[in-house]
């Protein structure tokens, strides 16, 4: 195992921005490694994000170096270039200590959720570490990020190909974009064959319709009874979530829509045994599965 993460410090410390000589790729997601523009960061980092995500748009496992405070974090990492459509699962936002509430003056990345903390120590050129004020070796840091990187795969429902081919996340990308394609192709799916888009003096309402609880992805109406239908997508949650989130708009639908027959729909990537059972339980709930089919056509030039 190479031990980047030793090499790491040591260049924080010299002043050295050249990343050159670090690896592109880690646990098959792309690593990178940044220690300023320019100048010398405050806090240098070591970022792992799955392709569709990047440092300034989405999250992703990443060490994060406190120089001033002498703390490395490794942690559940939020881009703060631009705020991205999906973030960390609710058991994380909920259970996980923000670094701004370890760090009070942390001058950036204080939104980020701490997964495990440790102190670099340096000396005569070698780096060592401790935790909770116990030296441990470098291999439990290591672990640690396997653990952290195999959580953010499930997350993304990424499926690891170790056969040499290359790793493929269609499924995660388009989660991101299936919003929209599903509005622009309302007529063409299933849904727009039994529901309607709601719009108002032509202006469309459905998508991302704002409540006093959250956004609804899609509300849509039935053509033949007229109630409303609450469309989620699950997107990086857990099934428990997204069955509770859908329970959630519909119950405010309900009160304040005052339409007793509202539905929900969940519109997932692949089969979940979880979502499946939740939903058996669950009154006026159906789960839709999508497929993405490509193909090439070659383009023939006119003799």
């Given amino acids: 195992m190479s031990d980047f993460l030793s090499n790491f410090i040591l260049q924080s410390l010299e002043g050295n921005l050249k990343t050159s000589q670090y690896e592109k790729d880690y646990l098959d997601l ?20 799955a392709p569709g995500m990047s440092t ?13 405070q002498n703390k490395l974090i490794l942690a559940y990492g939020i881009s703060e270039t631009s705020e991205s459509s999906t973030n960390w699962p609710l058991d994380i936002q909920d259970t996980k200590r923000k670094i701004i509430e370890e760090i009070v003056d942390a001058p950036r990345y204080g939104d980020s959720y701490i997964f495990e903390i440790y102190t670099p120590q340096v000396k005569d050129g070698q780096v060592s570490f401790l935790q909770n004020n116990s030296q441990i070796a470098v291999e439990k840091i290591f672990s640690d990020l396997k653990n952290i990187i195999d959580y953010y795969k499930r997350t993304l429902e990424i499926e690891v190909k170790t056969e040499g081919t290359l790793t493929h996340s269609g499924l995660f990308y388009m989660e991101q974009q299936l919003e929209d394609f599903i509005i622009e192709n309302w007529t063409e799916t299933i849904l727009g064959q039994k529901y309607d888009l709601i719009t108002e003096d032509g202006i469309l309402k459905s998508q991302q319709y704002q409540t006093n609880i959250g956004r609804i992805d899609i509300l849509a109406k039935d053509k033949n009874d007229s109630s409303y239908v609450v469309i989620e997508l699950k997107r990086n949650q857990t099934s428990d979530d997204t069955v509770g989130q859908v329970l959630r708009y519909m119950g405010w639908v309900k009160e304040n829509l005052k339409d007793n027959n509202v539905k929900g729909i969940i519109v997932a990537g692949k089969y979940d045994e979880k979502l499946h059972f939740a939903s058996t339980m669950v009154e006026n709930v159906d789960v839709f599965i999508y497929e993405v089919n490509f193909s090439l056509n070659e383009h023939k030039r006119k003799a």
């Fill in 30 to 49: 792309k690593m990178k490694v940044s220690f300023g523009m320019g100048m010398p960061a405050r806090i240098p980092w070591i970022s792992f994000t």
């Fill in 56 to 68: 300034s748009n989405g999250y992703y496992p990443v060490f994060l170096y406190y120089k001033e």
